[in-house]
């Protein structure tokens, strides 16, 4: 530890109050008294970009904490400085608590030369918000939750906070603390990638997570209808379910009827659900009522549910972690998979992890010819949505200063294991466009085997799972996230 002249005490951050708009003013006195205040090391007045609209949009530069002054020095020599020189001002105390004697707040050094680091290093690019943190949350134009990201390495690493659209332009929004009696504030800065973050699970609003609600109703029901051995009637059950729901919205009234119609089976079902999952079918049905027509457009063609579902559709005894399910032309395998995120508590401003139990739905059909098996998932729509646009560049897929030629470079910066599906390097899963599914075809990913079953599920399914990962992770594959939903329903 290094200590005073008098060898006293050890150097410490304090902060130092002024009187209004002398911060400067304090800060050079400081300065001047350094050659004979000998622990006095250093001063720190930090500053932010302001833009005066008044003087024709003039930037100017202003103190980023009002009336504060930080100094590297010992208490005794702060202390005699004040006293002789500055007795106007006041050094910044905690506030005692029970049990404690009263002391100077002072700012860990590491904490200050990250502080200082960010400061010098942003300032002309940070703007301070009027408003809260918290009111950052959601778009007030779509009312849906912003992305929430960590940042990864340099001055901001470990902040957690929004990216926010002002206009045309994307930032990210964080919190920063004040000192003594200054009001912590909500922060902005441009230029968002340029920084390396990682995309946040929001555990309490989370855009994919209500981006996926009516999805994950209408799969709620069709697990119900196949678990129950509808099979091929399983799409106009649907369509019947959703009708009588329409007409009266009760599912305790939709039990009663379905058992008086010699569906007792998924009346048992439908009566055991829990609240979430009778909210989800209830929002779903109100979104039918408002547009008629939904779920029959939506789901007009039934081949093998999405890859990662929420439910398993069929019993799965305790300590069974994966069943079959017979179809026309293929048999399903579906696995209890848990799938663990990174994720913030806006409410408490804490990160944390999150570990989800999903089903996986994996197809399995033989080739009469040689006697091969390929197993294969549902990423239709995803997939659909990729061979469309091919080689083609895509603005969309990547923000900020970087343009890529050719979209796969996308994913190969973003989502490496679906880059190397695509292009059929180290990879055994293949992306398959219009593969034949008895009298249906489904873009799919697919693993073609011929001895061992077990290990090309292992290989599917991790695969698989690891590119919902990768995408759902990354800011810049917002687009494809979109379309991911279609695959993974998250919840």
């Known amino acids: 530890m290094k200590t005073d002249k008098a060898n006293n005490v050890d150097y410490r951050w304090f902060i130092i109050r002024t009187q209004p708009r002398q911060e400067k003013k304090l800060a050079d006195l400081l300065v001047e008294r350094q050659a004979e205040e000998k622990n006095i090391l250093e001063v720190y007045c930090p500053t932010h970009t302001t833009v005066n609209v008044a003087r024709g949009k003039k930037i100017v530069s202003a103190p980023l904490f009002t009336g504060m002054v930080f100094v590297l020095a010992t208490q005794q020599a702060v202390t005699e400085f004040m006293e002789r020189h500055y007795t106007e001002g006041t050094i910044i105390y905690n506030h005692r608590k029970k049990g404690t004697r009263t002391s100077l707040m002072t700012v860990p050094e590491e904490q200050m030369r990250l502080f200082k680091d960010f400061n ?8 301070i918000l009027e408003r809260p943190f918290s009111d950052y949350a959601f778009n007030p134009k779509t009312n849906e939750p912003n992305d929430m990201v960590r940042v990864i390495d340099g001055p901001l690493a470990g902040k957690e906070g929004y990216i926010t659209k002002f206009r045309r332009d994307k930032r990210l929004v964080f919190h920063m603390r004040g000192f003594g009696q200054n009001k912590d504030m909500a922060v902005s800065i441009s230029n968002i990638w340029n920084f390396h973050v990682v995309r946040l699970h929001n555990a309490e609003n989370d855009r994919q997570t209500i981006g996926t609600m009516k999805e994950r109703a209408a799969d709620l029901l069709i697990g119900m209808l196949q678990g129950c051995g509808y099979g091929e009637q399983t799409l106009p059950m649907l369509y019947d379910i959703t009708e009588r729901l329409v007409i009266k919205d009760s599912i305790t009234s939709l039990c009663d009827e379905l058992g008086k119609h010699g569906h007792g089976r998924l009346a048992d079902k439908l009566a055991n659900i829990n609240a979430e999952e009778a909210r989800l079918i209830l929002n779903l049905i109100r979104y039918e009522r408002d547009y008629p027509g939904y779920v029959k457009s939506n789901w007009n063609k039934l081949v093998i549910r999405p890859f990662l579902t929420h439910t398993p559709g069929v019993e799965m005894a305790e300590g069974q972690d994966e069943v079959q399910l017979q179809h026309n032309s293929f048999t399903e395998t579906i696995r209890k998979v848990d799938i663990t995120e990174e994720a913030y508590y806006p409410s408490k401003e804490e990160g944390g992890t999150i570990t989800t139990t999903y089903y ?26 990729y061979f469309m646009t091919g080689g083609k560049a895509n603005e969309k897929l990547v923000g ?4 890529h030629d050719k979209l796969i470079d996308s994913f190969r910066n ?3 294991t679906l880059y190397k599906v695509l292009v059929g390097e180290g990879s055994k899963v293949k992306a398959v466009k219009g593969m034949a599914v008895g009298i249906n075809s489904l873009d799919v990913m697919a693993i073609t085997t011929v001895p061992n079953l077990e290990e090309a599920k292992d290989e599917l399914i991790n695969t698989c799972i690891e590119i919902c990962k990768e995408i759902n992770s990354t800011t810049h594959l917002a687009v494809w996230r979109r379309y991911l939903r279609t695959v993974w329903l998250h919840e």
Request: aromatic residues 18%; without cysteine.
């Open 120 to 127: 010098e290093n942003y300032s002309d690019q940070m703007v």
């Open 360 to 385: 996986a739905h994996i197809g399995m059909k033989q080739d009469e010819n040689n006697g091969s098996f390929t197993l294969f998932a549902n990423w239709d729509y995803f997939l659909s949505e």
């Open 400 to 403: 900020g200063e970087q343009q």
């Open 414 to 416: 973003y989502a490496p």
